[in-house]
């Protein structure tokens, strides 16, 4: 069974572009989360999508925007992007509520 | 709102050394425990969990008791190996509050022959 998959692995961008960024979950989990990873935040949940409604948001600005297709593939999208949005961004998708979470490998974006 | 807080590291220890990680946490509802392990260059992988109080998660020799009375779940394995370094993050889950886990800031373990 094929694990979580977040394409592309790295990217590179500028400040004040935007970029979108691919989870495709485990096949038949419904429900995808984002986290966002750097060193000095370490951790923090951005959204979770749930049979494409977005069920959760956390603490992050509106240049933050992500979505859940039909297939229960996501995408996120970052907007006017900043330095300090360089991190890793990482996905997870579940059956449902209660079960287990499988992450991804995760995107690497940089901004120079 | 919801936090862990987890031992800061660097952790070094030598091969068949005892590893403890401390963990702990504050919750809104009923909370399910988790740890996850990152190896570098890779997402996150689940490494046990436990879903109510006094449950014993374990696994590839780790093992973590989740108690209530101290909102603790600390992970312990009796004899590390190489293989074990990596960062280990302390997670919670609020029970049918959806899937959000709220992390530790992580702990690196390195292991030296």
């Known amino acids: 069974k094929a694990g979580v998959t977040q394409t592309p692995r790295y990217l590179i961008k500028t400040r004040g572009q935007q970029v979108t960024l691919s989870c495709s979950p485990i096949?038949?989990?419904?429900?995808v989360s984002w986290y966002q990873q750097t060193p000095g935040q370490g951790l923090q949940f951005l959204f979770e999508?749930?049979?494409?409604?977005?069920?959760n948001k956390g603490n992050f600005p509106g240049r933050f925007s992500g979505r859940q297709f039909s297939n229960s593939r996501s995408e996120m999208n970052v907007s006017t992007l900043e330095l300090g949005d360089s991190a890793l961004y990482l996905c997870?998708?579940?059956?449902?509520?209660?079960?287990?979470?499988?992450f991804g490998d995760g995107t690497r974006l940089s901004i120079l | 709102g919801d936090s862990v807080t987890q031992m800061e590291g660097p952790v070094t220890l030598s091969e068949e050394a005892f590893l403890t990680i401390n963990c702990t946490y504050t919750?809104?509802?009923?909370?399910?425990l988790f740890w996850y392990v990152q190896y570098p260059g890779e997402g996150l992988q689940l490494l046990l969990k436990?879903?109510?109080?006094?449950d014993k998660g374990s696994n590839k020799g780790f093992e973590a008791t989740y108690r209530k009375e101290t909102t603790s779940f600390h992970l312990e394995k009796g004899s590390v190996q190489v293989s074990d370094s990596a960062v280990y993050f302390c997670?919670?889950?609020?029970?049918?509050?959806?899937?959000?886990?709220?992390f530790g800031g992580g702990t690196r373990l390195m292991v030296k022959p």
């Open positions: 997870a998708s579940s059956q449902g509520d209660n079960q287990p979470q499988h």
């Open positions: 436990a879903t109510k109080a006094d």
């Open positions: 096949s038949g989990h419904r429900s």
């Open positions: 999508y749930f049979s494409e409604t977005q069920r």
């Open positions: 997670a919670l889950r609020v029970w049918n509050a959806g899937n959000m886990l709220t």
């Open positions: 919750a809104t509802g009923y909370p399910s």
